[in-house]
Structure formats: structure tokens, C-alpha cells
T-cell receptor, first 113, second 113 residues
Framework: DTEVTQTPKHLVMGMTNKKSLKCEQHMGHRAMYWYKQKAKKPPELMFVYSYEKLSINESVPSRFSPECPNSSLLNLHLHALQPEDSALYLCASSHRDRGSEQYFGPGTRLTVT | QKEVEQNSGPLSVPEGAIASLNCTYSDRGSQSFFWYRQYSGKSPELIMSIYSNGDKEDGRFTAQLNKASQYVSLLIRDSQPSDSATYLC?????????????FGAGTTVTVRA
């Protein structure tokens, strides 16, 4: 089973709203990732959690705040976003954070109005 | 110089033909190489991973790796309309950075019935 789940599938939010994206995996993976993907572009890495600790922040603006409550869950808290933040947000996980296969969830399509 | 480069496409092949996708990477320390398939509006799906020089076959897909030439390719044999998608080449960084996937821009393949 290589399933990563994400909720919600779609999200529309205003620039003053606060919302959260959720990601879950039950594959025993100890590395989890958030990516952002704009149309016709490859995914861009935002954050990496390794063993529930933040190990990579790719200089992401503070209006994006990740959280890893346990080894199976990953959240992305959103606050005061801009219209240019509209994108597909992808969660991924891997067995280990070094050199192994990453499996993506279905993504959350975010629109900021 | 981009870290991972793919033939730009789009690539159009007739049904039943072989689709050939190419990818080069810049960092000689890279250890792990992946091909993802992404249908329009969907998330990337891992279809092949390769770690050592040579060929790796999985069904109609064959990945080829040549570390000396810093080159990885994907062949799709007996192409089907369901293979129409964007294919992303992804490379793990060198050991100091190997939790990060560097993606190519993607090659869009259209299989003509």
C-alpha cells in the first residue's frame, strides 16, 4: 500500500482567512514533505520533516506554517495568503529521508481570492 | 545550468510505438533517479526508480541509467492512449542533500490512437 491521503481536495480562501491542509500516511514512512506545484511546472519543495522534526525549510514565507503532530500526520497551516499562493499543494512521504522513493498524495487545489 | 534537464517535448507518438524520454543531471554525486507520471490535474505517480547503471524493466517501461554520462532515460514500449501524460524526471541530491528531489520541467507525451 503506497497511499498518502490529503484533505481537503479543494479549498477556496480569502486573504484574511486561516485554514489548514492535512496529510496522512500509514506506511510507516518517517519522512514527510510539502510541495507546491503551479500549472505546467514541476513540484517545488517547501518543507521536509524527518522523524517528526522539521529538517528543511526552503525559505518559505511565514504565512505557511507546517506541523507534524505524529509520524503519520502532517499539517500545513495557512494564514494571510496572497493570490499568487494559489496552486496545487502536494504532500509526499518516504521510508527514509535520504535517497528513497517519495509517494505523493492527491493534493489540495488551493485558490486564494 | 539547470540541475535536471529533460527533452522539452511535447512528444507525440502513434499507438503501439516506443516513446523515448531523456533526462540529464548536473550533480555527479546524485545517487537515486526516478520517473513520475502526472496526468493533467492529478498528482505525480512514481512509475520507475533506478539506482545503478544499466537497464531496469517493469512491464512496458524501461529505465536506463548511465552515471558516467549523467544521463537517465525512460522507454515506453507499445504506447497506449492511457500513457498520455507529463513525465517528470527526478534526481536525489548528493549525500549531503539527498532528501531533496530535483525535478526536470517534464515532458508531455501524447499517444495518438
Amino acid at each position: 500500500d503506497t497511499e498518502v491521503t490529503q484533505t481537503p481536495k479543494h479549498l477556496v480562501m480569502g486573504m484574511t482567512n486561516k485554514k489548514s491542509l492535512k496529510c496522512e500516511q500509514h506506511m510507516g514512512h518517517r519522512a514527510m514533505y510539502w510541495y507546491k506545484q503551479k500549472a505546467k511546472k514541476p513540484p517545488e519543495l517547501m518543507f521536509v520533516y524527518s522523524y517528526e522534526k522539521l529538517s528543511i525549510n526552503e525559505s518559505v514565507p511565514s504565512r505557511f506554517s507546517p506541523e507534524c503532530p505524529n509520524s503519520s500526520l502532517l499539517n500545513l497551516h495557512l494564514h494571510a495568503l496572497q493570490p499568487e499562493d494559489s496552486a496545487l499543494y502536494l504532500c509526499a512521504s518516504s521510508h527514509r529521508d535520504r535517497g528513497s522513493e517519495q509517494y505523493f498524495g492527491p493534493g489540495t487545489r488551493l485558490t486564494v481570492t | 545550468q539547470k540541475e535536471v534537464e529533460q527533452n522539452s517535448g511535447p512528444l507525440s507518438v502513434p499507438e503501439g510505438a516506443i516513446a523515448s524520454l531523456n533526462c540529464t543531471y548536473s550533480d555527479r554525486g546524485s545517487q537515486s533517479f526516478f520517473w513520475y507520471r502526472q496526468y493533467s490535474g492529478k498528482s505525480p505517480e512514481l512509475i520507475m526508480s533506478i539506482y545503478s547503471n544499466g537497464d531496469k524493466e517493469d512491464g512496458r517501461f524501461t529505465a536506463q541509467l548511465n552515471k558516467a554520462s549523467q544521463y537517465v532515460s525512460l522507454l515506453i514500449r507499445d504506447s497506449q492512449p492511457s500513457d498520455s501524460a507529463t513525465y517528470l524526471c527526478a534526481v536525489n541530491g548528493p549525500p549531503r542533500d539527498d532528501y531533496k528531489l530535483s525535478f526536470g520541467a517534464g515532458t508531455t507525451v501524447t499517444v495518438r490512437a
